[in-house]
């Protein structure tokens, strides 16, 4: 999902779990399914905004970002 150098900073040490509205177009992303209707993506901080910028290209709708207590 990320590289190692990523993961050794603090950027790559805080991860978060994006929750998004199903939408039909689904490829490319790295999803694990939440339920029929949603699913969740965990990415670095680093990814965040690119990943967020992802979805809304591809037409989903963030619900919510938690970060991920590990």
Do not use: C, H
Not at 43 to 63: D, S, T
């Amino acid at each position: 999902m990320y590289n190692n150098v990523t993961a050794n900073t603090e950027w790559g040490r805080k991860v978060f779990k994006i929750t998004v509205a199903q939408f039909p177009d689904a490829d490319g992303l790295d999803t694990d399914n939440l339920s029929q209707s949603n699913y969740f993506v965990t990415v670095p901080l680093a990814r965040l905004l690119p990943e967020m910028q992802l979805i809304k290209n591809k037409g989903g709708k963030v619900l919510s970002v938690e970060p991920v207590v590990s």
